[in-house]
């Protein structure tokens, strides 16, 4: 696994990160404690990353996924491992922030959470009141570093503007081959602000796997002059190419396909195939 350092924070993250946003019928079943097969599978997923090196893994108090994530993490290290949640937009008021993210640590079985992100930005809340709570959070020891989920680049540098002793690390957005959207000015701005860009839905919810026709074809090129990688590895490692502080979470379903998403580090597409896919996903 490669890692590289978060947003200027001086950690190590695995570049490919886990993901644990499991879809609506999990959060329902999750809810009503039915189907331990398949927590168990995502349980065992989730460790199977961490055995072969990834110490990424983002969760959300929306996904009830945090105790799948406390379970999978127990029996490691805890301060070897990076561990993001978020804050429900339901809960952006200052007192109802911090008593979300004492709940999030409850279910984490946590003594603290790595990255605290906003999940959605709110028209209701002022992003000062919530950027106070968040900034408490950090003063007490509970969050280390500050992030949002979201936010397009206008609502990210309010929110920057709102902080008084702390900085904004990271944003979690929509990104993948085929959901560039962020590239006209949020990453840029990332990038040159040294803030993350955390890629959800990294391989479009699995149009990426399967490509069409065109993209297929230049994946099955590209695929022979890179030890046989697949089109998951290569829609991965296309967006770990956008940038140094990009990170990809593709969601960790199954053991199998965690080690498959992993075996997107260690190598680079060039500028010509990189190029070459663009223009065929289009």
């Known amino acids: 696994m490669e890692y590289r350092e978060f947003a200027g924070t001086g950690i190590k993250v695995s570049e490919i990160g886990m993901g644990t946003y499991y879809g609506p019928s999990f959060i329902a079943t999750a809810f009503l404690f039915r189907h331990q097969d398949r927590r168990d599978r995502k349980i065992a997923a989730l460790k199977k990353g961490i055995d072969i090196g990834i110490n990424f893994i983002d969760t959300a108090e929306i996904y009830n996924t945090e105790s799948i994530v406390a379970e999978a993490i127990k029996d490691y290290r805890r301060d070897e491992l990076f561990i993001a949640t978020k804050v429900s937009p339901n809960h952006l008021k ?11 640590l409850k279910r984490l079985r946590c003594s603290y959470i790595d990255l605290y992100q906003i999940h959605w930005p709110s028209r209701i809340v002022p992003i000062r009141d919530t950027m106070k709570a968040m900034e408490k959070l950090v003063e007490d020891g509970v969050v280390k570093y500050l992030g949002v989920s979201n936010f397009s680049l206008a609502q990210m540098v309010k929110a920057e503007e709102a902080l008084s ?15 560039r959207g962020v590239e006209k000015d949020l990453l840029p701005y990332c990038l040159q602000n040294n803030i993350a860009i955390i890629a959800y839905r990294p391989l479009a919810n699995g149009a990426l796997t399967t490509p069409d026709f065109k993209l297929r074809a230049v994946m099955e090129e590209i695929s022979k002059k890179h030890g046989d990688s697949t089109p998951a590895q290569i829609a991965l490692n296309w967006l770990l190419n956008k940038g140094k502080n990009v990170f990809v979470i593709p969601r960790a379903s199954r053991p199998e396909r965690v080690v498959e998403n992993s075996g997107a580090a260690g190598w680079s597409l060039d500028v010509g195939e990189m190029s070459k896919m663009e223009e065929a996903a289009i």
């Open 94 to 104: 200052y007192d109802s922030l911090l008593k979300a993210a004492q709940r999030s």
């Open 165 to 179: 002793k702390n900085r904004i690390v990271s944003n979690q957005v929509e990104y993948s081959l085929k959901s």
